[in-house]
């Protein structure tokens, strides 16, 4: 069977959603197919800074977003070896481009936020696509399932194992030998916290706790598993991980160490950490004719600068501003000669080559930001910790906001 659509985007996760709202407020319909049988939620929540919120803005359900999570005030950042504070940065200070936000958001919220707003039948659920193939100015998209269905424009938000970026001549994201464990803990009757990000690191791990809203924290912990700790982990049933984190944890408050054993095992979540080398960013296929990528199947990075999905918001409100381009302007002069096909792809080749050029070295600097403050923060190395605690603490949180100081006006939905 066959079907058609103007714009096919694959995946319903952060990125595609926000693509398809994007082009559904700028007026253009689109597909998207996710593989799962529902929206996937998979790692629970995700700290959402300024450029994020002006994105969700720019999609119409920032207000509401913000009424179910916390404003947080700033961050804390604590040594595990001496269990001192080590700097505190505020979020209540205004960057270049104006004031910062900065919540802890439920993934599971942000995502049923997104499809809601989408128009019934927008996203096609249980369709797993596994090959693109030409067909003239048309891209035919292969499913599981035998169905083929052409596309005018093909967007992957497939995420870091991205059948689409595999097309564009992506290699898969690179392992880079450090690990993740995330959960959420829940007290009905409150948490107790304070509003504010507390990060801690020292003795060869990073972790944080950041509360979403009055009930629910979330924490992620990330660290370079040695060989026999890898074995371990990757195997492991969630209660030892949770275990394995409690080990892990250093010179902490009970209220931190807490969190964890609060923590239901059904709730934690193990993941490898793998990153796009940012010169293949540089020098690799952001888009080819009529397809493109966004979000992981992009950039995939390390979770350092906690810019992952955030970043995927923005991609989808300027991929969606690039495409209308496209679809929205008449051309006043025809190709003479040419199909309606032909000028339409001529547009649209154009419209993504902008997209790309606005978003490689945005990737570009993200990607390599990342590594290199995961990298700084987990070293374990004497002189680095004395660097850290002593010197570079704020320095380094300072590049949560920096880096999220993104121009509104880059962001504003209009064609
Ligand atoms: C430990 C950790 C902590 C993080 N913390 C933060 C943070 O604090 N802040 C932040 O902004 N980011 C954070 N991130 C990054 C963030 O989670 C990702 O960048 C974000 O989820 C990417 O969204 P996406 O939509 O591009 O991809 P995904 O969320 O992976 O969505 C891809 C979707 O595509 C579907 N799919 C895949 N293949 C196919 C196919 N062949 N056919 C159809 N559908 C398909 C999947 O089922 C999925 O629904 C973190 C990541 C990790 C690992």
Same mark, same amino acid.
């Given at each position: 069977?066959?079907?058609?659509?103007?714009?096919?985007?694959?995946?319903?996760?952060?990125?595609?959603?926000?693509?398809?709202?994007?082009?559904?407020?700028?007026?253009?319909?689109?597909?998207?197919?996710?593989?799962?049988?529902?929206?996937?939620?998979?790692?629970?929540?995700?700290?959402?800074?300024?450029?994020?919120?002006?994105?969700?803005?720019?999609?119409?359900?920032?207000?509401?977003?913000?009424?179910?999570?916390?404003?947080?005030?700033?961050?804390?950042?604590?040594?595990?070896?001496?269990?001192?504070?080590?700097?505190?940065?505020?979020?209540?200070?205004?960057?270049?481009?104006?004031?910062?936000?900065?919540?802890?958001?439920?993934?599971?919220?942000?995502?049923?936020?997104?499809?809601?707003?989408?128009?019934?039948?927008?996203?096609?659920?249980?369709?797993?696509?596994?090959?693109?193939?030409?067909?003239?100015?048309?891209?035919?998209?292969?499913?599981?399932?035998?169905?083929?269905?052409?596309?005018?424009?093909? &967007?992957?938000?497939? *995420? %870091?194992?991205?059948? /689409?970026?595999?097309? =564009? @001549?992506?290699?898969? $994201?690179?392992? #880079?030998?450090?690990?993740?464990?995330?959960?959420?803990?829940?007290?009905?009757?409150?948490?107790?916290?304070?509003?504010?990000?507390?990060?801690?690191?020292?003795?060869?791990?990073?972790?944080?706790?950041?509360?979403?809203?009055?009930?629910?924290?979330?924490?992620?912990?990330?660290?370079?598993?040695?060989?026999?700790?890898?074995?371990?982990?990757?195997?492991?049933?969630?209660?030892?991980?949770?275990?394995?984190?409690?080990?892990?944890?250093?010179?902490?408050?009970?209220?931190?160490?807490?969190? &964890?054993?609060?923590? *239901? %095992?059904?709730?934690? /979540?193990?993941?490898? =950490? @793998?990153?796009?080398? $940012?010169?293949? #960013?540089?020098?690799?296929?952001?888009?080819?004719?009529?397809?493109?990528?966004?979000?992981?199947?992009?950039?995939?990075?390390?979770?350092?600068?906690?810019?992952?999905?955030?970043?995927?918001?923005?991609?989808?409100?300027?991929?969606?501003?690039?495409?209308?381009?496209?679809?929205?302007?008449?051309?006043?002069?025809?190709?003479?000669?040419?199909?309606?096909?032909?000028?339409?792809?001529?547009?649209?080749?154009?419209?993504?080559?902008?997209?790309?050029?606005?978003?490689?070295?945005?990737?570009?600097?993200?990607?390599?930001?990342?590594?290199?403050?995961?990298?700084?923060?987990?070293?374990?190395?004497?002189?680095?910790?004395?660097?850290?605690?002593?010197?570079?603490?704020?320095?380094?949180?300072?590049?949560?906001?920096?880096?999220?100081?993104?121009?509104?006006?880059?962001?504003?939905?209009?064609?």
């Amino acid at each position: 069977m066959e079907t058609n659509a103007k714009i096919i985007i694959v995946g319903a996760g952060i990125s595609g959603l926000a693509t398809a709202l994007a082009l559904h407020r700028l007026g253009i319909k689109s597909l998207v197919l996710e593989s799962s049988d529902k929206l996937r939620a998979a790692g629970i929540a995700f700290t959402t800074w300024t450029n994020a919120w002006r994105s969700l803005d720019a999609l119409g359900i920032g207000q509401s977003l913000r009424q179910q999570h916390e404003l947080l005030l700033g961050i804390n950042t604590f040594s595990t070896v001496t269990g001192n504070l080590t700097s505190y940065v505020s979020f209540t200070t205004k960057g270049k481009h104006g004031d910062h936000e900065v919540r802890c958001v439920k993934r599971k919220v942000l995502l049923e936020a997104l499809a809601k707003e989408l128009p019934n039948g927008t996203i096609r659920y249980s369709s797993k696509v596994v090959s693109i193939q030409d067909s003239d100015f048309l891209k035919l998209v292969h499913l599981s399932d035998g169905s083929v269905l052409k596309a005018k424009v093909l &967007i992957g938000c497939d *995420g %870091v194992n991205s059948v /689409v970026a595999k097309s =564009l @001549g992506f290699k898969k $994201p690179s392992l #880079i030998g450090r690990s993740a464990i995330r959960g959420c803990a829940y007290y009905n009757q409150g948490h107790g916290f304070e509003p504010k990000f507390q990060l801690f690191v020292g003795n060869g791990v990073r972790y944080g706790i950041i509360p979403c809203d009055n009930s629910a924290v979330y924490w992620f912990f990330t660290w370079y598993p040695s060989s026999q700790e890898y074995k371990m982990v990757e195997g492991a049933d969630q209660l030892k991980l949770k275990q394995f984190v409690l080990s892990k944890l250093g010179k902490v408050s009970d209220q931190i160490q807490g969190v &964890i054993e609060d923590t *239901g %095992v059904e709730e934690i /979540v193990y993941s490898p =950490l @793998g990153y796009r080398p $940012p010169l293949q #960013i540089l020098t690799g296929d952001i888009y080819k004719d009529n397809v493109c990528v966004a979000g992981d199947a992009c950039h995939p990075m390390t979770p350092d600068l906690g810019q992952g999905g955030c970043s995927a918001l923005e991609d989808g409100v300027i991929l969606a501003k690039c495409l209308a381009n496209a679809f929205l302007e008449k051309s006043d002069h025809p190709t003479k000669g040419s199909s309606e096909n032909e000028d339409d792809n001529v547009k649209i080749r154009s419209s993504l080559n902008d997209y790309a050029k606005k978003r490689r070295w945005r990737a570009f600097d993200l990607i390599s930001t990342g590594y290199m403050l995961g990298f700084l923060q987990e070293c374990n190395w004497f002189g680095m910790q004395f660097l850290r605690e002593k010197v570079l603490s704020a320095f380094l949180a300072g590049f949560f906001l920096s880096k999220a100081d993104v121009n509104p006006t880059e962001l504003m939905l209009t064609a």
